[in-house]
């Protein structure tokens, strides 16, 4: 059965699939699948990154003209997972099945992400780039072979953030703390990484308490975390759930110092607390190499995106997916999963000439493909290169929180954060 969506969903579907043609573009259309929450507790996440690849694809068929990406207008069919894996096995099934997609861009969360890997793209052997998904254990399924080739995702693993967060721990003086933290694969992944890191250097964990996404009440949740009268409090999570969460943990009083994952610098997060309570806040998040691209995207993205701004959770990870893809389907030349898997390594190559999003970025891009010549796209994030894995590495940027407003502290480069692993036990 179809599934029904929301109202924000529906509204949200409907402007983005399918993209509206210029009056060049050619009559024929490349459906690519997505599958990302548009709803549930990782909705705006889902919702940003919708837009970004409506915008990605707009670009890329502009600048093609009348030619097209292999001949054809690029466009997306957009489903929502309400942040369910079984959902989104449910959505990707019928994509790959009945509209037989090569290709999907999704999920957002790695809940979603490893069910549709392991139940749908990979089976079936079809495309799937995840912008949002951190999980370590995508990575040990590539390994197993579970992945079988088919998984890429533009953001870095949480066995790397896990590191980055509690160094950053650390250096903001947070010796001691307690932990809430959902209680999925991101979640239990990302506690893994940070205790590992965060003992290691010498910090103490008070207590740690699980929970489950969408409760309609975390008074229990709360209530033990603050038992051992913690000084701080790292929350893992979503924005949905963390307002929640934290307005309870400040109304049964809690300290107002926390750590936060990637994800929480959510305008609607620290509205939804109030920014008066958040001036202690810190957080990581996976850091980006200012580049032409990055520019391009911050003066286009919040034009068109509905009232997302280019730091929105997701956003400019999913702008680089839907790019990425987009070129891979015009160096593959033609719309089969097997030769734009091969593509996105080719559109990626570290020996190719350099090219950046926009319009004259794009538009080279897509000559040099004609020449049947090497291209780099270097994106919104920096440069992008997927291991045999299909993950990527790259800087992880350090944030505060002061007066309402996510304020860049610093990067923390990967060679920071593999000093601090080499001395991690083994």
């Known amino acids: 059965m179809r599934l029904v969506l929301t109202s924000t969903a529906l509204a949200l579907a409907a402007s ?7 009056a060049q573009a050619p009559s024929c259309t490349h459906n690519v699948g997505m599958v990302v929450s548009l709803t549930g507790a990782a909705g705006r996440f889902g919702q940003a990154a919708s837009k970004s690849v409506e915008l990605a694809f707009g670009e890329l068929n502009k600048a093609a003209g009348a030619q097209g990406i292999a001949g054809c207008r690029l466009a997306f069919e957009v489903r929502d997972a309400q942040s369910q894996g079984a959902v989104a096995v449910d959505q990707a099934r019928q994509l790959v099945d009945l509209k037989k997609v090569p290709a999907i861009i999704g999920g957002i969360i790695s809940s979603v992400s490893i069910p549709v890997v392991t139940s749908v793209t990979a089976p ?20 197993e072979g579970t992945t079988k080739g088919w998984f890429f995702r533009t953001i870095t693993s949480d066995a790397l953030q896990g590191t980055a967060a ?55 949740e709360v209530t033990n975390a603050l038992k051992s009268d913690p000084p701080a409090l790292y929350f893992i999570g979503y924005p949905g759930d963390g307002t929640t969460i934290v307005r309870t943990w400040i109304q049964q009083g809690g300290p107002q110092r926390f750590l936060l994952n990637d994800g929480m610098n959510a305008a609607d997060f620290i509205k939804g607390v109030g ?14 190499t200012r580049t032409p691209s990055t520019e391009f995207f911050a003066s286009a993205y919040p034009a068109m995106s509905g ?16 790019a990425i893809l987009g070129l891979a389907i015009a160096q593959a030349g033609k719309f089969d999963a097997a030769s734009i898997r091969d593509a996105i390594r080719k559109v990626t190559d570290p020996g190719g000439e350099v090219v950046h999003a926009g319009p004259q970025g794009f ?59 080499a001395r991690l036990p083994r």
């Open 275 to 288: 920014p008066q309570f958040l001036n202690n806040a810190f957080g990581t998040s996976s850091g980006t």
């Open 166 to 220: 509690a160094k950053y721990a650390m250096d903001q003086g947070m010796r001691t703390l307690t932990i809430i933290h959902v209680n999925n694969d991101f979640g239990v992944n990302m506690l893994a990484e940070f205790r590992k890191a965060y003992e290691a250097l010498g910090g103490k964990i008070l207590s740690v308490t699980p929970y489950n996404a969408q409760q309609p009440s975390y008074a229990a």
């Open 16 to 22: 983005l699939a399918p993209l509206s043609a210029s």
């Open 307 to 322: 009232g997302f701004d280019a730091g929105a959770p997701a956003a400019d990870r999913a702008f680089d997916a839907g």
């Open 363 to 421: 538009a080279r891009a897509l000559q040099l493909i004609r020449e049947k010549k090497p291209v780099r796209y270097v994106g919104v994030i920096g440069p992008v290169q997927f291991d045999r894995n299909g993950d990527i590495v790259g800087p992880f940027r350090t944030w505060k929180i002061t007066n309402g407003e996510v304020t860049t502290v610093g990067q923390m480069s990967m060679e920071d954060v593999q000093a601090v692993q």
């Open 124 to 143: 079936a052997g079809v495309v799937q780039i995840s912008p949002a998904s951190t999980s370590p254990t995508l990575t040990r399924l590539a390994n």
